[in-house]
């Protein structure tokens, strides 16, 4: 609950009143940090850094003695090199940013396609996270929630409870192709904290999307476009497919980064559907059409 | 302790010992499977691996060798196999504590079946002769490692799942029961719950030779095991022999204890070599005050002869060609061919029958991976019965898995490599377009496209506008396979949101050599 509150009052919640005094000046300057951002021309680590430090640190989102879940996407049994998941180093360097800034926990999640257990070694996020100080669990069959949605076409869906108790949580997509969704980003990366049978989800795809994100938005959603999954996506596995795009996309709103993150792919929001639908269902936090955004070349 | 005393817990010893490895060998039997000592070397420890490997190829390949040291061992030791070594002998051993077996006075009337296990082996032989290996079913290795995958393992997880779950729903067991949960998925569950088809079948099998301990000690042993049969054969003249001293004053406690029955009634300073299992159980019961019996090294050892007789070796030979012909009969039908889909690196279907021998070493190892892998049913063979098929309704084929390959112990699944693997046709998927979602309901879904693994997807979709019943016109994304690009790995199958049957099916690719029986 502490999550979405602080999103919808932006900035200057009623959370403000418990904080410090240098919090204050934080807030203050939230309204004149860009929108989102994207950072070109760097590697994992210095994109993440350089993405952080426009929004005005990680301190923004995560506070001392937070609990903190990251969502990378690690669905699949490939390598980094092909652009199925999440690149490993990003998830690390955002985990040592969390704890450096007072997280009391980090804990690294995804419901997979593949075999859980392959994917999450694979992936190479395994080790990359634990080694960098955060807690890889594996998602229990037991720990779904439903929740309550009225949407319009969906009234309940299950969710990962770790997910919905997270003080804050992190989405960390990679930038990818995706046969049915056109492109796999923020909002489709939330499909993995979606419980019951998923497939279906992909029926009448863009209106169920936007009835469950709705309720589950992230603090802040960080796009991996280290590498890029250009075609045979969600799953790829073919290293012709894969663009050295060497890029990040970070924005508190997820609809925004998928909206900043279309660029990447040269689509227009029109012709991705669940992009399309969030927008004019009103889940952006901000106007999409004239997003303030900051462009760092670290090249 | 006296020395006798000191061969019974030093056989005891061993027995816990290989038991344990046995379990270890199964326990590490899943992904990541890196260990020192492959699962599969437990399997080969069976003595009927390397007969029935001679028989079948005429060579004697290096996987045999676990076996054949056994074999050579047998002559000078007798069948220590059986007490010692066999994890099947030991859960018959612990079976006795737990289900009163009879004393071995009043289980004698099933002596006269002896020879059952003679006739069974030579059975065996004849149908192996013949080409049909059989004799997997019986093997007492094969038998426990279906057991544990099929039942115990099964059963353990779902006992330990459920509990700890339950525990950590107490608020103060939580943290604990949650941690236990974890570190029992990581290093011992599959993620998901293994369930398996035919338990009915095996628990039966497998629990009728548990149950016949209410017979008879080790009746299993005693009157059905063709493993039994062949070590008991090659243990006539056995070398170490079981000398009782003047001193013995016939108390007949070493009768009474002995696990098979196998001293004379008449001539306590006998033993049967043939049934004798090495247990040392006789010169522990030995009563301290005279402590008769002693073991020691003979190189003119006394014959024991085989209980079997002329007609019975007949009467084995007959009822293996009966076999052969009946297990021949089968009604082949194409209709069942698509359940024939065997791992990837599987030898063609009828040496992949002659080589498996049921172990399911394979499906078990297959549960920390795709989990496609079941123990087969009849379909139109009596003697697919328990062979590995790949149903991909309830798992499918991981793609960077070649994990079955590796544990077979009997190379029925050829070790191939990772990309070998990869381009291993295990089957072709199949559309039923008047069940898949895009068509049947004019709704995107192609979920199986989003799953296929293949570098350039053998499923592909085209976009169409499509004109619904009421006039709205929809672009629908429509998928379609291109067959060369397919592997049958099945994960189309198994992620195919629609309830029961799917949208999409796996059948095994039509060998033409093998549909020499129909025209056409």
């Known amino acids: 609950m502490k999550r979405r509150e602080f999103l919808k009052t932006s900035a200057i919640g009623t959370m403000a009143m418990s904080l410090p005094l240098s919090r204050w000046q934080l807030f203050a300057q939230v309204n004149e940090l860009p929108q989102a951002v994207i950072v070109r021309n760097g590697e994992p680590e210095s994109l993440v850094s350089a993405a952080m430090k426009a929004l005005g640190g990680i301190e923004r989102f995560v506070q001392r003695g937070d609990k903190v879940l990251l969502k990378p996407n690690m669905a699949w049994d490939r390598g980094p090199a092909y652009a199925a998941n999440t690149n490993p180093e990003v998830v690390a360097a955002i985990t040592r940013l969390c704890l450096n800034a007072g997280a009391t926990e980090v804990k690294v999640l995804d419901r997979t396609c593949n075999e859980p257990r392959r994917c999450y070694r694979n992936s190479g996020i395994n080790d990359a996270a634990t080694a960098a100080g955060a807690n890889v669990v594996q998602v229990r069959s037991n720990r779904y929630e439903d929740l309550e949605l009225k949407g319009e076409v969906l009234d309940s869906w299950p969710i990962y409870k770790d997910y919905l108790e997270a003080d804050k949580v992190i989405n960390i997509p990679i930038a990818k192709h995706h046969g049915m969704a056109k492109v796999s980003l923020g909002l489709k990366n939330l499909m993995g904290v979606m419980g019951g049978r998923r497939g279906l989800i992909h029926v009448k795809f863009a209106d169920k999307m936007a009835d469950i994100t709705q309720h589950i938005m992230p603090t802040l959603t960080v796009i991996d476009a280290y590498r890029m999954l250009m075609d045979n996506g969600p799953s790829g596995g073919d290293l012709d497919d894969v663009r050295m795009e060497r890029a990040m996309i970070a924005s508190p709103c997820t609809v925004s980064a998928d909206v900043l993150g279309l660029e990447l792919f040269g689509h227009a929001v029109s012709d991705i559907k669940q992009i399309d639908v969030a927008v004019k269902r009103g889940l952006a936090l901000y106007d999409t059409t004239n997003l303030n955004v900051e462009r760092i070349d670290l090249g | ?520």
């Not at chain 2, 098979?260 to 010169?283: H, L, W, Y």
């Not at chain 2, 293996?320 to 082949?332: D, F, T, V």
């Not at chain 2, 021998?357 to 078990?364: A, K, M, P, S």
């Open chain 2, 1 to 520: 302790m006296n020395f006798s005393m000191s061969m019974q817990n030093l056989r005891k010893l061993v027995q816990v010992a290989f038991f344990i490895l046995f379990i270890y060998l199964f326990l590490v039997a899943r992904y990541p499977y890196e260990i020192i000592m492959g699962s599969d070397f437990g399997l080969r420890l069976s003595p009927l691996i390397p007969l029935f490997t001679f028989i079948d190829t005429l060579s004697i390949p290096p996987l045999v060798i676990p076996g054949l040291i056994i074999l050579i061992l047998t002559p000078f030791l007798g069948r220590f196999f059986c007490s010692w070594i066999c994890p099947l002998g030991t859960c018959l051993d612990a079976t006795d504590k737990l289900i009163n077996t009879p004393k071995n006075k009043l289980a004698r009337s099933w002596d006269r079946w002896r020879y059952l296990k003679f006739a069974n082996l030579i059975a065996l032989i004849i149908m192996a002769v013949l080409s049909l290996n059989l004799w997997g079913y019986l093997d007492p290795l094969s038998i426990f490692n279906r057991m544990l995958t099929v039942i115990l393992y099964p059963l353990a997880t779902l006992f330990s799942e459920n509990l700890l779950i339950a525990l950590s729903s107490i608020s103060f067991l939580e943290t604990p029961a949650y941690y236990l949960y974890d570190l029992f998925k990581d290093n011992m569950m599959p993620e998901g719950q293994a369930y398996y088809q035919q338990v009915l079948l095996i628990s039966v099998f497998s629990g009728g030779i548990l149950a016949a301990e209410k017979l008879s000690r080790r009746f299993w042993c005693r009157y059905v095991c063709p493993a039994g049969a062949l070590l008991g054969f090659l243990s006539q003249f056995r070398f170490y022999e079981r000398l009782v001293g003047e001193e013995c004053p016939a108390c007949n406690l070493c009768i009474s204890e002995c696990k098979m029955d196998a001293i004379p009634q008449d001539d306590v300073s006998r033993t049967n070599k043939v049934e004798c299992i090495e247990c040392f159980n006789c010169g522990a019961a030995c009563p301290p005050k005279t402590k008769a019996i002693t073991y020691r090294w003979s190189w003119k050892p006394y014959h024991t002869e085989l209980d079997l007789s002329r007609r019975q070796v007949l009467g084995g030979m007959l009822t293996g060609l009966g076999g052969l012909g009946l297990l021949s009969l089968g009604l082949p039908n194409r209709n069942h061919a698509r359940h024939l889909i065997r791992p990837p690196g599987s030898l063609a279907e009828s040496e992949f029958e002659d080589k498996c021998i049921r172990c399911l070493e394979c499906v078990r190892i297959c549960e920390s991976n795709g989990g496609c892998l079941q123990p087969d049913a009849f379909h139109s063979s009596l003697t697919q019965l328990w062979l590995p098929a790949a149903q991909m309704r309830t798992g499918y084929c991981e793609y960077n898995c070649n994990l079955c390959a590796e544990v077979c112990p009997t190379d029925a699944i050829k070790p191939i490599a990772l990309d070998e693997k990869q381009a291993w046709v295990m089957g072709t998927a199949y559309f039923r377009e008047d069940l898949c979602i895009p068509f049947a309901r004019d709704e995107d879904c192609i979920v199986c496209e989003e799953h296929c693994p293949t570098p350039e997807k053998a499923i592909k979709f085209e976009t169409k506008d499509v004109e619904l019943p009421h006039g709205e016109v929809r672009a629908l994304k429509l998928p379609y396979l291109e067959p060369e690009l397919c592997i049958g790995c099945g994960i189309c199958e198994f992620k195919c949101p629609l309830d029961g049957e799917a949208g999409i099916f796996v059948t095994k690719p039509a060998d033409p050599q093998e549909d020499a029986t129909y025209y056409g």
